[in-house]
T-cell receptor, first 115, second 112 residues
């Protein structure tokens, strides 16, 4: 089975621009989550989707948004980019809608650099 | 083997020794715990998980121990190999939540 696929792997943007990141979960997985990883803050939860519905959202400003499509693929968008948005953005999927039944499986991330 | 009583950001281990990585979790309502391994340039890779109704779980060369009384989690790696060099994260899932809270991570370096 193919793992979680994230595109693109690397992105360089300038302040004020917006960016869209894409994630394809493991086949059959309906829950998709997004995390931001930085050296200073570690891994921080952004949001989680299940069957196209956002079930939980982390403590990030409204510039960060996401969505999930009917085929479980997901995108996240960051508008009005700031230097502090430079990070590794990780997408993860799990096989069930029940959080404590199965682990998250992560992709290799999109490295976003804001200049 | 090498062990860490409290969480330390780095751990240096001799190849062939056993490693113990510790983690303190924050929420007594957490019901599910996972250990991840992250190598340079890659996303976190699932190692082993444990539910709150268990104290111990074993996998291939790895054992996770859960002490709910003191909210402590540990990962033991037997016969540490060079390929075990990575950053290790513990994560907790709060009951009925849909997000994981991650620890700060421990960088394990295996000495030949």
């Amino acid at each position: 089975k193919a793992g979680v696929t994230q595109t693109p792997r690397y992105l360089i943007k300038t302040r004020g621009q917006q960016v869209t990141l894409s994630c394809s979960p493991i086949s059959g997985h309906r829950s998709v989550s997004w995390y931001q990883q930085t050296p200073g803050q570690g891994l921080q939860f952004l949001f989680e989707y299940f069957s196209e519905t956002q079930r939980n959202k982390g403590n990030f400003p409204g510039r960060f948004s996401g969505r999930q499509f009917s085929n479980s693929r997901s995108e996240m968008n960051v508008s009005t980019l700031e230097l502090g948005d430079s990070a590794l953005y990780l997408c993860a999927s799990r096989s069930t809608g029940v959080a404590y039944n199965s682990p998250l499986h992560f992709g290799n991330g999109t490295r976003l650099t804001v200049t | 083997g090498e062990s860490v009583g409290l969480h330390l950001p780095t751990l240096s281990v001799q190849e062939g020794d056993n490693s113990i990585i510790n983690c303190a979790y924050s929420n007594s309502a957490s019901d599910y715990f996972i250990w991840y391994k992250q190598e340079s340039g890659k996303g976190p890779q699932f190692i082993i998980d444990i539910r709150s109704n268990m104290d111990k779980r074993q996998g291939q060369r790895v054992t996770v121990l859960l002490n709910k009384t003191v909210k402590h989690l540990s990962l033991q790696i037997a016969a540490t190999q060079p390929g075990d060099s990575a950053v290790y994260f513990c994560a907790e899932n709060i009951r009925e939540g849909y997000k994981l809270s991650f620890g700060a991570g421990t960088t394990v370096t295996v000495r030949a």
